[in-house]
Nanobody
Framework: QVQLVETGGGSVQAGESLRLSCAAS?????????MGWFRQAPGKEREEVAT????????NYADSVKGRFTISQDNAANTVYLRMNSLKPEDTAMYYC????????????????????WGQGTQVTVSS
């Protein structure tokens, strides 16, 4: 079992920044995971934002956040971060951290159901 706890959400104005953190614990070594950030806005499906292979640092980003968001890791702390700059109102959503098998990060496409472990989510609200 892997436990994931997200922190760092909040309410900001458009153009401001936030950093989300995802602390992992449990039986799976964080260096052998594909870690992802997903988001879900009211009435919309959950979508992938970014992923990182913690064993090698390979990253993937959704087109909507490229150039604004950065996913990173601190393996010593078993923590993955999502730095979000130039936030827009359309970034408003519940943000979730997820973990899955390492091979996921090498795929061109991933599905929400591919990730077996999820955190409880942290709310990000961006006002104009």
């Amino acid at each position: 079992q892997v436990q994931l706890v997200e922190t760092g959400g909040g309410s900001v104005q458009a153009g401001e920044s936030l950093r989300l953190s995802c602390a992992a614990s449990g039986a799976t070594h964080s260096s052998n995971l594909c870690m992802g950030w997903f988001r879900q806005a009211p009435g919309k499906e959950r979508e992938e934002v970014a992923t990182i292979y913690t064993g090698g640092g390979v990253t993937n980003y959704a087109d909507s956040v490229k150039g604004r968001f950065t996913i990173s890791q601190d393996n010593a702390a078993n923590t993955v971060y999502l730095r979000m700059n130039s936030l827009k109102p359309e970034d408003t959503a519940m943000y979730y951290c997820a973990a899955g098998v390492p091979a996921l990060c090498g795929r061109r496409m991933r599905k929400v159901a591919d990730f077996g472990y999820w955190g409880q989510g942290t709310q990000v609200t961006v006002s104009s």
